[in-house]
């Protein structure tokens, strides 16, 4: 069977990520998308070995190919296609928080969206209810945030969000 993955996969791992063990329909209405298709990602994603269920059956992500994955595949296989100037949410750096925006002089990237008052470079999200994740749940809005860095970002944006991704991914699975 294939297992390709979707963009809004990537948008289901880093939940994952952020929340591992929750329940489907928490899952699903924090990301405005259906039970089903947070089941067909999660499907996916443990076909693809980002994700497998612990002891207790709670998914969790495989954190060193999870940011191999961040951090090589998505930019290739899901590349950002920006547009020069919108208003919407800001995405990259931006929006990662002042500690990694500081450390560059960062390109401000904003998801486009009527609910933003934000105006940068526009990068289409990997997944259409982005910027609502954005109202709903900060910490996985951080790290689609965070993968926008590394898909649309310069060379300084990317090394800083790629640090700050390995760290995220790594140290949320510590906690």
């Not at 963009?7 to 699903?28: F, K």
């Not at 940011?67 to 590349?79: I, K, R």
Request: overall charge neutral.
């Amino acid at each position: 069977m294939q297992s390709s993955l979707r963009p809004s996969d990537i948008a289901v791992l880093l939940y994952i990520c952020v929340h591992p063990g929750e329940a489907y329909g928490q899952m699903a209405s924090i990301l405005g998308i259906s039970k089903s298709t947070a089941h067909g990602a999660v499907a996916r994603l443990q076909r693809s070995g980002l994700v497998h269920a612990d002891d207790d059956k709670r998914l969790e992500v495989s954190p060193r190919a999870t940011v191999e994955l961040l951090l090589m595949g998505v930019p290739y296989v899901f590349p950002a296609v920006t547009v020069p100037k919108a208003r919407g949410i800001p995405t990259g750096l931006a929006a990662a928080g002042p500690s990694d925006a500081e450390l560059v002089d960062a390109t401000v990237m904003v998801w486009p969206s009527r609910l933003g008052t934000t105006i940068g470079v526009g990068v289409p999200p990997l997944i259409a209810t982005a910027p609502d994740i954005a109202l709903r749940d900060p910490a996985v809005y951080r790290l689609l945030a965070l993968v926008d860095a590394v898909r649309a970002g310069d060379v300084r944006e990317r090394e800083t969000a790629a640090t700050a991704l390995r760290n995220a991914v790594i140290g949320v699975l510590r906690a």
